[in-house]
């Protein structure tokens, strides 16, 4: 039961819900949808595929950088499952994948660092909301972090 229904439905907590649903929106859009194009490799894929498919393949491997994303980007091929025909067992045996497959997807590997992305949007401009306490200004942070997009 609403106790005070005029603090309930305040002016400032409805800017602040419509701009986290245009933040979460946006950022949607912009990470989320077609998070698998282009279908070829860029920035560090080329060792970071190669790092996963020796998690998923359980191959013992000396690891240089902190794991975790490298184990979220297995996750997402071994849930997803997008290249389950492909015969992949040369990217357990390099540190670098120079050559992919005919009919490679990217889909599995990208998926939890496109949804991470997507959901970092809505918590930065929630943090910048706790912090200035003023919705406007929260909003326009997000604006920064779409614009890094390649």
């Known amino acids: 039961m609403i106790q005070n229904p005029k603090k309930f439905f305040s002016k400032k907590r409805n800017v602040l819900i419509i701009y986290s649903i245009a ?3 946006a950022s949607f859009f912009t990470y989320f949808v077609q998070y698998n194009y ?3 490799v860029f920035w560090d894929e080329n060792y970071h595929i190669a790092s996963a498919e ?3 393949d359980g191959v013992m491997f000396m690891e240089t950088h902190p794991p975790l994303g490298k184990m979220f980007i297995a996750l997402g091929e071994y849930f997803i499952q997008p ?3 492909l015969d992949l067992h040369k990217f357990s045996e390099t ?3 120079k050559d992919f497959p005919q009919g490679y997807s990217f889909a599995g590997v990208r998926f939890f660092p496109s949804l ?3 959901l970092s949007a809505l918590i930065f401009f929630f943090i910048f909301y706790l912090l200035s306490k003023n919705p406007h200004l929260s909003a326009i942070f997000p604006l920064f972090i779409f614009s890094k997009m390649p």
């Open 95 to 97: 540190d670098y994948i």
């Open 38 to 40: 282009p279908p070829a």
């Open 23 to 25: 933040v979460f929106t």
């Open 116 to 118: 991470f992305a997507w």
């Open 83 to 85: 290249n389950k025909s």
């Open 54 to 56: 020796k998690y998923i």
